[in-house]
């Protein structure tokens, strides 16, 4: 699907991940993209984006992803200003809470679970989110589709949308991450279902691994970890930019070939 006069929403799009692809929609001709975040830095965002390329393209949109409201009014507002269904959603916002899953509390001489409260904390941010916004999306362009008449997508019609989940290296499973890795390995079902149920109406969702992205979100790991503990792993022998994981999904949205996750992991091995 071509992403050039297309309508996209992009979330936790203030930095990192988020910021680039934002950004390379927007150079690749986005009609309008809503630009969501958490964080009212999502307006100068905005702002920065529209300076790049030069016209008024990306939407601020401050508040919580979790919210069926928000959701449903970031859809409704960008359909009204791009006078058109949104038919790219990239939903990248994502949290850490990273812990042992049992961890021994030697002063009470007693083994502690991982706190329940974080886990339905990252699976609402880092699952149930991308998955809502995605089938959000989907859910729009079958309306239209049966207010047209449209009933079952054929090959010759265009792609009708296209989703793309944010999955992790850490999907294969992580120590200290119980609940992001499940949460990023469930994203692959997720994907799968959505891509199959959507293909009957025209729309693909696909997803995304990265490995170690240089972004806010590494930046919470201890000071060294990277080189120390990391580095040796990753054939590439870096951390990843996340301008090169923009460029990924952008191939995705573009290339209706591709069904499966992609591993943008830079070589990365498992680590034990």
Known sequence: MQIHDKVAVVTGASSGIGLAIAT?????????????????????????????????????????????????????????????????CVPAAGILRDALAVKMNHDRGQAELYAESLFREVLAVNLLHPVYWAMQMMARIIEQRAAQNLKKWQPSEPIQGCSVLLGSVSSRGNRGQISYACAKAALNAAAKTLHIEGMYHGMQSKVVHPGVVNTPMSAQLPAGHFETHMKSLVALGRMIEPQEIAAAVCLLIENPAISGPLWADAGMQPMA
């Open 24 to 88: 390379q929609l927007a150079e690749k001709g986005a009609r309008a993209i809503g630009v969501v975040d958490i964080s009212a830095h999502c307006q100068a965002t905005a702002a920065a984006i529209n300076r790049q390329v030069g016209g008024e393209v990306a939407q601020p949109f401050c508040g919580d992803v979790r919210a069926a409201e928000f959701r449903a009014e970031v859809f409704a507002q960008m359909e009204k200003i791009g006078g058109e269904v949104v038919r790219i």
